[in-house]
């Protein structure tokens, strides 16, 4: 059985908070779900933009079939920077899995499908609410 590593944030993302524990189990059941050994999760820093945790993640990634995150909106919202790690695991044969929206990236193709689903949610932030037309 293929193992994956959890990623999992102690901070807000993309407007969302959403429990460490209550990241663990969505985690935890999307792995028992597509047949993957879950291996405790690793939580990122607090601070605003780190991904320290993340990129020592990737960085060694041996032993282990791939990540597996809470959200792909817990990301880099930086278009590059996220671009660039998808790419880093990519490079090292690797996949990353998004158990929220049950999306993974295994190809080149796949970033493209996340870079879509990014934008549509960057302009959904800017579009009027039903009651702000009021």
Not at 16 to 38: A, L
Not at 53 to 67: F, P, T, V, Y
Not at 83 to 103: H, M, T, V
Not at 112 to 128: A, G, L, M, T, V
């Amino acid at each position: 059985m293929k193992s994956l590593r959890g990623y999992n944030f102690s901070r807000s993302f993309m407007g969302e908070r959403v429990p460490q524990h209550v990241q663990n189990i969505v985690i935890k059941d999307f792995c028992q779900k597509n047949n993957f050994n879950f291996l405790l999760s690793v939580t990122e820093y607090s601070m605003k933009n780190s991904f320290y945790i993340l990129n020592q993640l990737i960085d060694d990634m041996s032993g282990i079939h791939g990540i597996v995150a809470y959200s792909v909106f817990q990301m880099p919202e930086d278009n590059k920077n996220r671009i660039k790690l998808f790419k880093k695991i990519l490079k090292k044969k690797k996949k990353i899995f998004f158990a929220c929206e049950n999306l993974k990236i295994s190809d080149l193709k796949e970033i493209d499908r996340i870079e879509n689903i990014w934008n549509i949610k960057k302009i959904s932030k800017k579009c009027i609410k039903p009651e702000d037309l009021k």
